[in-house]
């Protein structure tokens, strides 16, 4: 690799120059900071040397300063390391640019001039990057002659002088170095720019207004300059991002070093906390504030509370209004002061003060807190000798004494709350809508016997009545028609004849399966309605051959099973055809005969299973039974309590199991107890699920109408108290946010109850009508409720053999 040339860089006052003594040049053009130092350090031609950028001139000659290479030259270049460019500072004056160019007005010369120009200051810029290498120089080193400070310069605006230099003489404004002088010692900038374009010595000169002289920048500044305009750190060695150092390592290092060291003396000392505890007891003991009992322990306190003497004492201080007001404790409150004397209590009132005979005749007419002055009677003495004793000097004071001694001793704060504001903000029932309002039809039943239960078909078109005389009537809703009437009662009756009621009535709630349950004595029939299409007959003929078939072949029941529970088909109560036209299968059609009376029989939501309480059969009271295979199982053991109703979760293998005192959920898969809810109440008398599976409510002889929230808590949720007698039945809507309960009353109460998915919101209850549905007959009101599937429509029917319908009009 060629050996850098020795260059010399010659500094003026004015102006920076370079000499390249190796090359013999007598002159070069100053160093331009705009130069591009990665385009312009190439090789130039002209009359001078060529000029090599690989010596000198690019940045990465720089980079590579002071660190290791795999350059195979990098031996040689340190075998010539004691021929670096020597530099020295000369003092010569800048020649002037030719006259061919300063005078001549052609572009083409003033170009050529300025390529020139570029030449020779890329040529110089290895040179200054190269002073930057020296010792750095710190800016304390910089001379100034003002001494003014950090001072803004616009404070001597008004004066003649701009500071003060080291020997304590003004500087005067306009005072520089050179041969121009500016008015006010402010340069004219056109002036000054057209004389920098004339003179080329003057391209890095600037005017230091503190000092009020012109500078002329070195090599080294113009660099700085330089690489801070093209983004890059001042010094080229800067490194912006260093590799971090890790001072202190993550590991805990374990050496065996101070393993066998001994204890330390200062475990063997006494503790210097001890030690001041001990020099401040000392202290207290010495100034008189404890004394040895108190150290020893005999008295627990330097200064017990005094006893409670029964001296009189002051209960109102008023020298300590101030002191009171900045204790600790409740807020003081000043004793009530005596209402100062006014004009009328003087010995010498005005003639206006005086009263008048008839206006004493009236004082005397009124209470003492009426009158003007109270028990004073403004009276007008000659002089204040003549006054006598006050009358009522001895009834004031007593009545002082009562003022102080029943004034409040602390303060109360009285909240202003508006009692209304504290009542939740329930919509309005007409922004609830719909909900049934109005009865729009009436069932006459024959007879008017006692109506236990309703129940209505899936298409929402018909309903069945369960009566107290053993029949089970089918109604047209829409028309108010008796349609059929079957009398279960006599077949369930006994053999004296008697003819059994029948309690609960239930419609297959799959459409299509037009299955009707009936609870009559101890059996429970299975009964077709007749109704339907001809794909609703054909689905309901299916299901009942299938189920009849199992039963006349026996094999469906388990011998467990046989002792409680028998299936037998009735094919001489089987009618041919029914309602429809298409039905071949209607009325009674299969028995299934329980040991002992059965009051309850429910369907679970896909059709097919159904359960069967009879409360008094003991572990047989719960019964659960399969309509296409003709099979029962016994899901319990036994059971504690009698049971009063049961229903099957809407969706998950769950059975809500309702005593007498509790609600108890089971899952049939895992033949366990999930959760027991505890009502609260004397006798459940029937329960609801709601069709999202998580909300509950139940019915109570003691009038209460309980909301459980099975995410929330076994407790009730809410617990309604609007009935004035038993609740009989509660029912949630399919569909619709709508709660329904009748009660003994007769009254049927409608609630709004809207139960959202958002777990952090609860269930918004409102009631929103109260139906006077029936009458009361052997204190027997409203006995059974039914929402219809589709339409928020409400069927009742109570003890005075009456069913209504009631619609949202």
Same mark, same amino acid.
């Given at each position: ?39 312009? =350090? ?13 010596? !000198? ?69 290895? *040179? ?19 001494? @003014? ?11 003649? *002088? ?112 001890? =030690? ?46 101030? !002191? ?29 003060? @005086? ?5 004493? !005749?009236?004082?005397?007419? #009124?209470? %003492? ?6 028990? %004073? ?26 003022? #102080? ?79 059929? &009437? ?11 004849? !008697? ?10 709630? %799959? ?52 002792? %409680? ?54 572990? =047989? ?33 769950? #059975? ?57 808590? =076994? ?19 399919? &569909? ?12 049927? *109460? ?14 918004? @209850? ?44």
């Amino acid at each position: 690799m060629a050996k850098p040339s020795k260059k010399t860089v010659a500094l003026e006052e004015d102006s920076p120059e370079i000499v390249d003594s190796s090359s013999g040049s007598d002159s070069e053009s100053p160093y331009d900071s705009d130069a591009d130092d990665d385009d312009d =350090a190439g090789s130039y031609h002209s009359d001078n040397e060529p000029f090599d950028s690989e010596q !000198e001139g690019s940045d990465a000659g720089f980079e590579d300063q002071g660190s290791d290479s795999d350059d195979p030259d990098s031996d040689q270049e340190d075998s010539d390391s004691d021929s670096e460019p020597e530099l020295k500072i000369e003092k010569t004056l800048t020649p002037p640019p030719p006259p061919s160019f300063k005078n001549s007005g052609d572009v083409r010369s003033a170009v050529h001039q300025r390529e020139l120009e570029k030449v020779f200051d890329s040529a110089a810029v290895g *040179h200054n990057q190269s002073l930057l290498h020296v010792d750095d120089l710190s800016s304390d080193d910089e001379e100034g002659n003002n001494t @003014i400070g950090r001072v803004p310069l616009h404070w001597y605006d008004e004066y003649d *002088h701009i500071g003060y230099d080291t020997s304590g003489e003004k500087m005067m404004k306009g005072t520089v170095s050179g041969d121009r002088e500016g008015e006010g010692g402010v340069f004219d900038e056109l002036n000054d720019s057209l004389a920098r374009l004339n003179d080329p010595s003057k391209r890095f000169t600037i005017y230091d207004s503190l000092n009020a002289k012109e500078v002329t920048l070195t090599p080294r500044e113009i660099e700085v300059i330089r690489r801070i305009q093209a983004g890059a750190y001042a010094h080229p060695e800067h490194e912006g991002n260093p590799d971090y150092v890790h001072y202190y390592s993550s590991q805990k290092e374990i050496s065996g070093i101070n393993s066998d060291r001994p204890e330390p003396k200062r475990n063997f000392q006494s503790s210097k906390y001890e =030690a001041l505890m001990v020099r401040r007891l000392l202290k207290r003991l010495k100034d008189g504030k404890i004394d040895m009992d108190y150290l020893t322990g005999k008295k627990k306190e330097m200064n017990p509370k005094k006893e409670q003497s029964d001296d009189p004492f002051l209960m109102w201080k008023g020298d300590e209004e101030d !002191e009171l007001l900045y204790r600790k404790g409740p807020t003081h409150i000043a004793a009530a002061k005596a209402k100062p004397p006014s004009t009328a209590e003087s010995y010498n009132p005005p003639e206006e003060y @005086i009263p008048t005979p008839e206006e004493l !005749e009236a004082w005397e007419k #009124l209470d %003492v807190e009426d009158r003007p002055y109270g028990l %004073v009677v403004p009276k007008k003495y000659k002089n204040l000798r003549s006054v006598g004793a006050y009358q009522h000097s001895l009834r004031e004071r007593f009545e002082r004494c009562l003022d #102080l001694y029943l004034a409040p001793r602390e303060m109360k704060r009285r909240l202003n709350i508006d009692p209304e504001s504290l009542v939740p903000q329930l919509p309005k029932p007409s922004d609830l809508k719909p909900y049934p309002s109005i009865k729009c039809v009436e069932f006459v039943t024959p007879g008017k016997p006692k109506i236990r239960d309703v129940t209505v078909s899936g298409d929402g078109q018909y309903m069945c009545s369960a009566a107290e005389d053993g029949f089970v009537r089918l109604w047209e809703i829409h028309t108010g028609r008796l349609m059929k &009437s079957w009398n279960v009662g006599e077949l369930a009756g006994g053999e004296d004849g !008697e003819t059994a009621t029948v309690s609960s009535v239930e419609w297959n709630p %799959v459409a299509g399966r037009n299955v009707i349950l009936a609870c009559s004595g101890s059996s429970v029939f299975l009964i077709g309605s007749g109704t339907g299409g001809e794909e609703d007959c054909e689905t309901t003929s299916a299901v009942v051959d299938t189920a009849v078939g199992k039963v006349k072949g026996g094999a469906g029941l388990s011998e467990k099973a046989k002792k %409680v529970v028998k299936w037998t088909v009735l094919d001489g109560q089987k009618e041919e055809r029914g309602v429809s036209k298409f039905s071949t299968a209607a009325g009674p059609i299969v028995r299934i005969e329980m040991k002992m009376k059965t009051t309850l029989a429910s369907w679970h939501s896909k059709g097919d299973y159904f359960v069967t309480v009879s409360p008094s059969a003991g572990a =047989a009271a719960v019964l659960i039974h399969q309509l296409t295979k003709g099979t029962t199982q016994q899901p319990f053991g036994k059971t504690k309590g009698a049971i009063g109703d049961a229903k099957f979760h809407p969706t998950k293998p769950f #059975l809500f199991v309702a005593t007498q005192q509790y609600v108890k959920v089971y899952h049939l898969l895992k033949q366990t107890m999930v959760k027991k809810l505890l009502p609260n109440c004397k006798h459940l008398t029937s329960i609801s699920i709601h069709s999202s599976g998580d909300h509950v409510i139940c019915g109570t002889l003691d009038r209460k109408l309980i909301w459980f929230d099975l995410d929330l808590s =076994a407790k009730p949720y809410k617990t309604l108290r609007y009935h004035t007698k038993a609740i009989r039945a509660a029912s949630f809507h399919k &569909s619709h946010p709508l709660m329904a309960s009748c009660s003994d009353d007769g009254d049927v *109460h409608v609630f709004h109850a809207r139960v959202y998915d958002d777990l952090m919101r609860n269930p918004l @209850i409102v009631p929103v009508k109260i139906l006077k549905a029936h009458d009361v007959v052997g204190r027997l009101g409203g006995l059974g409720l039914v929402w219809c599937k589709r339409l928020p429509w409400l069927i009742t029917c109570g003890a005075d053999g009456r069913i209504c319908l009631w619609q949202d009009l």
